[in-house]
């Protein structure tokens, strides 16, 4: 069973940046970053490989967000700067086979990290 754990959510003024991560146990799978804003269904944002050669992103994303993978390969972490108040939502990372924007490929899922954009 792979256990995922996000951290590093938290307020932070329109323009600023965070970084959250993502912890895995077990076996190092593709990983992938959605997000659900108030209101709205789940969305991707990013994703990278196991081997963290390949990267995917959103539009709504891109030139703005990274992803990317620790020396360990078990940890994943989301560089997000210029952030915007449309940025806020709680943020989930989840573990699959594929580098891919479909939620119906990921099989592990975090509980999620709340991200609050001020304006």
């Known amino acids: 069973q792979v256990q995922l754990v996000e951290s590093g959510g938290g307020l932070v003024q329109a323009g600023g940046s965070l970084r959250l991560s993502c912890a895995a146990s077990g076996r190092t799978f593709s990983t992938g970053w959605f997000r659900q804003r108030p209101g709205k269904e789940r969305e991707f944002v990013a994703a990278i490989s196991w081997s963290g050669g390949g990267t995917y992103y959103a539009d709504s994303v891109k030139g703005r967000f990274t992803i990317s993978r620790g020396n360990a390969k078990n940890t994943v972490y989301l560089q997000m700067n210029s952030l915007k108040a449309e940025d806020t939502a709680v943020y989930y990372c989840?573990?699959?086979?594929?580098?891919?924007?479909?939620?119906?490929?990921?099989?592990?899922w975090g509980q999620g990290t709340q991200v609050t954009v001020s304006s």
């Open positions: 989840a573990a699959g086979t594929v580098v891919t924007g479909g939620e119906e490929f990921y099989d592990y």
